[in-house]
């Protein structure tokens, strides 16, 4: 995918949610709801996890869009997980 925009810095995040995990607050009792994300830039993925970070949720980066964004696209083992990380 991120071939068909050369130069674009590509993060794959939030796909692997239901739309009810992303619209509340994604801080819980039980702790802050999981996002995982996957990406070939370091410095794109680091300002991604900040700013959802900021957003209230817990990023996991899986690694590289072949091998975590395998992990996350529809069908994958962590597509649709709702997972919350205690602080």
Known sequence: M????????????????????IAPDPCHEAGRQVLFLAG?????????????SEFGFAPVDLGTLREGGRLIQLGGPL????????D
């Open 2 to 21: 991120s071939s068909l925009l050369p130069g674009a810095r590509v993060v794959k995040a939030f796909n692997s949610l239901h739309a009810q995990f």
């Open 40 to 52: 070939d830039d370091a410095d794109a993925k680091n300002t991604v996890r900040d700013l959802t």
């Open 79 to 86: 597509s649709a997980l709702h997972v919350l990380k205690q």
